[in-house]
């Protein structure tokens, strides 16, 4: 190994740019910006018919997907808090979208016409309560805002290991609320927020007076295609936004060191909580879209796993860089989504018998392994991160206190 | 050097603060105060308490008893932000840089407290907020060539040689706008060349902005050359206080220092 070459060149390494750094820097930031909106919209506009079905309903899906993963990146690519419960904000949004988008409550509030907010003509018709998706999006998005400080807040002394864990007990009591939310210890008097372990469905399909989304159906499935492009547009800009603004700086500052980061007047508790309150809210933003866009809201689709899931997407494609939390995701999910499924009819073929998809975690648990052996730093790091990760080659050795004795 | 009087001339006041942690009596029953616009220093042998006193007055340690007041302001047992926002700053004895952000940025997060963007004002990027970015970024450029640290603005804060991070965590110190600038052991790892330009940085702090300087520092030269009035801390107490011939023939300081070393 050239280990000589490396620690001769370690204190200027970070100097020089790396490949990565070398091809971002072949356009201006708006200049991706264009190629990759122009990307998507192709991808979009081409459509189904073009892509075929699965990979199309699965890019659809990774695109929700990757608005909670830029989510969780702002709480722990940022802000440094390793959350292993983030599920629950999904969850949260979702419940929302179903609490607000069907006739679930028809019994409860609106009488037998139920409550209509900006809704199609035949949503119009339907009891419970029917409210427009933009006006159910943003509210969802406060909701789970307001959720992730109220579940961040007693985590906000804790660290490392024991955050991991009070975290991941979120994850799980989130959705055994909303499952118990008749009976058992969470019964909140008669109300029932999720029929049990059925959920809700059927949920409302998005509805706007513009042409392409007055009649959503369920058999063309571009408008949703649409919409979660410009939700995770929306998400973009205010992740980049907010990575370069005093808040962005005061979260990685608490990441690096939370007594220097105090001592520079960040005030640590707000700081943290909206870390958490903005990441809570992607979650709850995307949650909403996956609701409606898969017609049920269900306890069975929020299990730990997918916090683990998310959590792989902001790991794997480097942890803390935007633009790498998005490779990672759409690589994970469409894997997830598109790859494995194609993939099931392998193990009959040599004469096996069990699905693909039945071992996807061991896939990804593979998966992971081999990538944190190899570039523990994800596919794209900024280069914060790569330089944690290769501490011995690039950093300085510690202070050197011999000057003083000399 | 007047008497101690009630508010006036004092920037900061710390009466009978005592720090106990379990059994040990860290810091025990300290009087301390800094005239504005001075430069004051604090020494004692290792384990003396020096850092101890240095963290009650910043808040990262709330004292178990006594009363620090700091610009006519109680600020005893404050958070530490907002210690910073009363305009005290201060360095760390170990390096604490944010090393794996660049050099500028470091210095934009000391400004922080004198920030005043919102979230949404930070999404959106209103003139407010443009206007406040450049301005800091100007003002933290401005500080880092008052240090020394002319270029490199976009180099990570850990790969900048020692004496250098030194610097920065001044520059990103004094990004604040302080009135009363805490140095802990600011020339540990310095040349003398080094100390010698600190010195002369911190009388310049003194004369061009008014900045009153406290001083943790075992480097004698410094201490001696610099400093208006001595403290000298000994096992959490104060042994001594006077202007630097006083302590230098107090027989209690040189029995503090050759006892511990004995």
Same mark, same amino acid.
């Given at each position: 190994?050239?280990?000589?070459?490396?620690?001769?060149?370690?204190?200027?390494?970070?100097? &020089?740019?790396?490949?990565?750094?070398?091809?971002?820097?072949?356009?201006?930031?708006?200049?991706?910006?264009?190629?990759?909106?122009?990307?998507?919209?192709?991808?979009?506009?081409?459509? &189904?018919?073009?892509?075929?079905?699965?990979?199309?309903?699965?890019?659809?899906?990774?695109?929700?997907?990757?608005?909670?993963?830029?989510?969780?990146?702002?709480?722990?690519?940022?802000?440094?808090?390793?959350?292993?419960?983030?599920?629950?904000?999904?969850?949260?949004?979702?419940?929302?979208?179903?609490?607000?988008?069907?006739?679930?409550?028809?019994?409860?509030?609106?009488?037998?016409?139920?409550?209509?907010?900006?809704?199609?003509?035949?949503?119009?018709?339907?009891?419970?309560?029917?409210?427009?998706?933009?006006?159910?999006?943003?509210?969802?998005?406060?909701?789970?805002?307001?959720?992730?400080?109220?579940?961040?807040?007693?985590?906000?002394?804790?660290?490392?290991?024991?955050?991991?864990?009070?975290?991941?007990?979120?994850?799980?009591?989130?959705?055994?609320?909303?499952?118990?939310? &008749?009976?058992?210890?969470?019964?909140?008097?008669?109300?029932?927020?999720?029929?049990?372990?059925?959920?809700?469905?059927?949920?409302?399909?998005?509805?706007?007076?513009?042409?392409?989304?007055?009649?959503?159906?369920?058999?063309?499935?571009?408008?949703?295609?649409?919409?979660?492009?410009?939700?995770?547009?929306?998400?973009?800009?205010?992740?980049?936004?907010?990575?370069?603004?005093?808040?962005?700086?005061?979260?990685?500052?608490?990441?690096?060191?939370?007594?220097?980061?105090?001592?520079?007047?960040?005030?640590?508790?707000?700081?943290?909580?909206?870390?958490?309150?903005?990441?809570?809210?992607?979650?709850?933003?995307?949650?909403?879209?996956?609701?409606?866009?898969?017609?049920?809201?269900?306890?069975?689709?929020?299990?730990?796993?997918?916090?683990?899931?998310?959590?792989?997407?902001?790991?794997?494609?480097?942890?803390?860089?935007?633009?790498?939390?998005?490779?990672?995701?759409?690589?994970?999910?469409?894997?997830?989504?598109?790859?494995?499924?194609?993939?099931?009819?392998?193990?009959?073929?040599?004469?096996?018998?069990?699905?693909?998809?039945?071992?996807?975690?061991?896939?990804?648990?593979?998966?992971?392994?081999?990538?944190?052996?190899?570039?523990?730093?994800?596919?794209?790091?900024?280069?914060?991160?790569?330089?944690?990760?290769?501490?011995?080659?690039?950093?300085?050795?510690?202070?050197?206190?011999?000057?003083?004795?000399? | 050097?007047?008497?101690?009087?009630?508010?006036?001339?004092?920037?900061?006041?710390?009466?009978?603060?005592?720090?106990?942690?379990?059994?040990?009596?860290?810091?025990?029953?300290?009087?301390?105060?800094?005239?504005?616009?001075?430069?004051?220093?604090?020494?004692?042998?290792?384990?003396?308490?020096?850092?101890?006193?240095?963290?009650?007055?910043?808040?990262?340690?709330?004292?178990?008893?006594?009363?620090?007041?700091?610009?006519?302001?109680?600020?005893?047992?404050?958070?530490?932000?907002?210690?910073?926002?009363?305009?005290?700053?201060?360095?760390?004895?170990?390096?604490?840089?944010?090393?794996?952000?660049?050099?500028?940025?470091?210095?934009?997060?000391?400004?922080?407290?004198?920030?005043?963007?919102?979230?949404?004002?930070?999404?959106?990027?209103?003139?407010?907020?443009?206007?406040? @970015?450049?301005?800091?970024? @100007?003002?933290?450029?401005?500080?880092?060539?008052?240090?020394?640290?002319?270029?490199?603005?976009?180099?990570?804060?850990?790969?900048?040689?020692?004496?250098?991070?030194?610097?920065?965590?001044?520059?990103?110190?004094?990004?604040?706008?302080?009135?009363?600038?805490?140095?802990?052991?600011?020339?540990?790892?310095?040349?003398?060349?080094?100390?010698?330009?600190?010195?002369?940085?911190?009388?310049?702090?003194?004369?061009?902005?008014?900045?009153?300087?406290?001083?943790?520092?075992?480097?004698?030269?410094?201490?001696?050359?610099?400093?208006?009035?001595?403290?000298?801390?000994? @096992?959490?107490?104060?042994?001594?206080?006077?202007?630097?011939?006083?302590?230098?023939?107090?027989?209690?300081?040189? @029995?503090?220092?050759?006892?511990?070393?004995?």
């Amino acid at each position: 190994m050239s280990t000589t070459a490396e620690s001769t060149a370690a204190p200027r390494a970070t100097a &020089q740019p790396s490949f990565f750094d070398r091809v971002a820097n072949l356009l201006p930031g708006w200049g991706w910006a264009l190629l990759f909106a122009a990307i998507g919209i192709a991808y979009g506009a081409l459509g &189904q018919e073009w892509f075929g079905e699965e990979l199309y309903d699965a890019m659809i899906t990774t695109l929700a997907f990757v608005i909670m993963a830029l989510g969780l990146n702002i709480v722990v690519g940022f802000a440094g808090l390793l959350d292993l419960g983030y599920v629950a904000f999904y969850a949260i949004g979702a419940f929302v979208a179903g609490w607000l988008m069907s006739a679930h409550f028809a019994g409860v509030i609106g009488g037998e016409d139920g409550i209509h907010i900006g809704v199609s003509e035949v949503t119009r018709n339907l009891p419970g309560l029917h409210i427009n998706f933009i006006i159910v999006l943003i509210a969802a998005a406060a909701f789970t805002a307001l959720w992730g400080a109220v579940l961040g807040f007693p985590t906000l002394r804790l660290r490392g290991d024991y955050l991991a864990i009070v975290t991941l007990a979120f994850g799980e009591i989130v959705p055994r609320v909303f499952e118990l939310s &008749q009976s058992g210890p969470f019964g909140i008097g008669s109300v029932d927020l999720s029929n049990g372990r059925q959920g809700i469905t059927p949920i409302d399909k998005p509805y706007l007076p513009v042409p392409g989304l007055e009649n959503v159906t369920r058999i063309e499935i571009k408008p949703y295609y649409f919409i979660a492009l410009a939700m995770l547009a929306i998400t973009l800009f205010v992740n980049f936004r907010l990575r370069d603004s005093r808040l962005g700086r005061a979260w990685i500052a608490v990441r690096e060191d939370e007594v220097a980061a105090a001592a520079m007047g960040v005030d640590l508790v707000r700081v943290k909580l909206w870390a958490y309150a903005i990441g809570a809210a992607l979650g709850g933003f995307a949650g909403v879209f996956l609701g409606f866009y898969r017609n049920t809201v269900n306890v069975d689709q929020f299990e730990f796993g997918f916090s683990v899931f998310v959590l792989c997407m902001v790991i794997i494609g480097g942890m803390g860089n935007i633009a790498g939390v998005v490779l990672g995701a759409v690589v994970l999910s469409l894997f997830d989504k598109y790859v494995l499924p194609e993939l099931n009819g392998v193990p009959d073929a040599v004469g096996l018998d069990f699905d693909v998809t039945a071992v996807a975690f061991g896939v990804f648990g593979f998966f992971l392994l081999v990538m944190m052996t190899l570039r523990p730093e994800g596919f794209l790091p900024n280069r914060r991160r790569r330089m944690e990760l290769h501490e011995g080659d690039m950093l300085h050795e510690e202070p050197v206190y011999e000057v003083r004795k000399g | 050097m007047s008497a101690p009087t009630s508010g006036t001339g004092w920037i900061l006041r710390a009466e009978g603060v005592t720090k106990q942690f379990g059994g040990l009596i860290a810091v025990n029953n300290v009087d301390f105060s800094v005239p504005e616009r001075g430069i004051v220093s604090i020494i004692g042998p290792n384990g003396a308490g020096k850092t101890s006193f240095f963290n009650c007055m910043t808040g990262l340690y709330k004292p178990s008893a006594g009363k620090v007041t700091f610009d006519g302001k109680d600020i005893t047992g404050k958070p530490p932000h907002l210690v910073t926002q009363a305009g005290i700053a201060r360095t760390f004895q170990n390096i604490k840089l944010f090393k794996t952000m660049t050099v500028l940025e470091n210095v934009q997060v000391g400004r922080h407290a004198r920030m005043r963007a919102r979230i949404t004002g930070s999404i959106i990027r209103t003139p407010f907020v443009r206007r406040e @970015e450049r301005e800091v970024e @100007e003002h933290s450029r401005d500080l880092l060539r008052l240090v020394g640290l002319p270029r490199r603005h976009h180099d990570l804060a850990a790969n900048l040689p020692y004496g250098d991070q030194r610097r920065l965590e001044i520059a990103r110190a004094l990004a604040s706008d302080p009135k009363l600038l805490l140095l802990d052991e600011p020339t540990a790892g310095m040349n003398p060349q080094e100390s010698a330009e600190l010195t002369a940085l911190m009388e310049r702090l003194r004369s061009e902005r008014g900045i009153a300087v406290l001083l943790i520092e075992h480097d004698m030269k410094v201490v001696m050359n610099v400093s208006d009035h001595i403290t000298v801390l000994a @096992e959490g107490q104060r042994i001594a206080a006077g202007t630097p011939q006083e302590v230098r023939s107090d027989p209690r300081v040189i @029995e503090a220092y050759l006892g511990s070393q004995a």
